[in-house]
């Protein structure tokens, strides 16, 4: 499986970014699909995963400002980044695995991983 982003860049505090994730090869492999970030000096950490059936997680830091939501196909993944502040800066990853249980929420980081896309936040 492969997975290729897209979105990242810089915006102002307050603004809005959408991030895309298509995954492509054996996509029958996956049933999770997510976003992780890194900042410099900092562990990669959840932001945001989707399971096929809609069972979600969510970063503390992220709830209400952040949504994710899957394509028609089931191969997509979008973040909706709303209302961002600098502490958001970092490199996000899209990540993608299988889950035994598609209707438990999905917090934990699967076998797939995608390139980085930097999103900056600053003015």
């Known amino acids: 499986v492969q997975l290729q982003a897209s979105g990242g860049g810089l915006v102002q505090p307050g603004g809005s970014l959408r991030l895309s994730c298509a995954a492509s090869g054996d996509i029958s492999s996956i049933n999770v699909m997510g976003w992780y970030r890194q900042a410099p000096g900092k562990q990669r950490e959840l932001v945001a995963a989707?399971?096929?059936?809609?069972?979600?997680a969510y970063a503390d830091s992220v709830k209400g400002r952040f949504t994710i939501s899957g394509g028609n196909a089931k191969n997509l993944v979008y973040l909706q980044m709303n209302r961002l502040k600098p502490e958001d800066s970092a490199v996000y990853y899209c990540?993608?695995?299988?889950?035994?249980?598609?209707?438990?929420?999905?917090?934990?980081?699967?076998?797939?991983w995608g390139r980085g896309t930097q999103v900056t936040v600053s003015s």
């Open positions: 990540n993608a695995g299988w889950s035994t249980y598609p209707d438990e929420s999905p917090a934990r980081a699967y076998k797939y």
């Open positions: 989707r399971t096929s059936v809609g069972a979600t």
